[in-house]
């Protein structure tokens, strides 16, 4: 995304973006936002273990690139039994190299859970052309059937502040959890207005994102929940995109809008 700072919620990828510190991964102002993610830095911060036996539809995405021996890279959602929705920034890497895994709950329990490969990798085609759209849909070569799925949001005006919603991952915890373990936090909408001035120099777009967090900080999404799923009234409301740092006063967590690109993602997920 040429002349836009993206401070991606990095996968665990090797390092090709630019480090800006040990909680944020900064792609510079003229490089393209599409690179490939970044190497761990420093989970769902402050948040509580989770169980995929409750939300069977969180999976993670695992890719032979990651140098976590998990294998661990981002999260994603399932929204058909074939089709996985995650951020476009997840999604730069050859199909095959990906692998979903669903019903893990501790990544370095292999007999737990099913896995599966991709076989097609969709992602939104402005993405990296114009802030926002980082939406990608993954289709399953091994359908995950008979597991619950869940649904879009497909109404904008769910973005209210103080909407309560819950983000869920693999990622970062830097130091507040277990690694490499599913974990959910509730980080409230705080509104476009508030993240357009605390991201006023890195561009974010209140057509097509979504601000959720905490003013204080303490509670948020990190390094390895990219593309994992923002909940909000039993739907997916947003995908974890970018921020600055980590549960940072100040600086929360940004969101792809999923009732933005709703007519996208459910063209892909129907084909």
Request: glycine letters at 14%; one cysteine or more; hydrophobic letters at 40%.
């Amino acid at each position: 995304m040429t002349g836009r700072l993206q401070l991606v919620r990095a996968a665990l990828a090797a390092g090709v973006l630019t480090v800006a510190s040990l909680g944020a991964v900064a792609v510079a102002g003229s490089a393209s936002a599409a690179q490939a993610p970044d190497g761990p830095k420093t989970r769902i911060v402050g948040g509580a273990i989770a169980h995929t036996a409750d939300t069977p539809w969180a999976i993670q995405l695992s890719n032979s690139g990651s140098p976590d021996p998990t294998g661990e890279w981002c999260g994603s959602t399932l929204v058909a039994a074939n089709k996985i929705v995650t951020a476009a920034h997840c999604a730069q890497e050859a199909a095959s190299t990906y692998t979903a895994i669903q019903g893990r709950d501790v990544l370095s329990d292999k007999a737990e859970g099913q896995e599966s490969k991709v076989s097609k990798i969709w992602v939104d085609p402005e993405y990296g052309k114009q802030p926002g759209h980082d939406v990608a849909v993954l289709t399953l070569a091994t359908p995950f059937d008979g597991v619950p799925t869940l649904a879009l949001e497909t109404d904008k005006a769910a973005d209210k502040a103080g909407a309560g919603s819950v983000v869920y991952g693999w990622g970062e915890t830097e130091g507040t959890g277990p690694a490499n373990t599913f974990q959910k936090v509730d980080v409230p909408v705080l509104g476009d207005a508030y993240c357009e001035k605390a991201y006023a120099s890195e561009g974010y777009t209140a057509d097509g994102e979504i601000c959720a967090g905490y003013e204080e900080g303490g509670k948020d999404s990190c390094q390895g929940d990219s593309g994992g799923p923002l909940v909000l009234n039993g739907r997916l409301f947003g995908i974890v995109s970018w921020g600055i740092g980590c549960a940072d006063a100040g600086n929360p967590g940004v969101y792809a809008e999923v009732a933005t690109y709703a007519t996208e993602l459910q063209a892909q997920i129907n084909s």
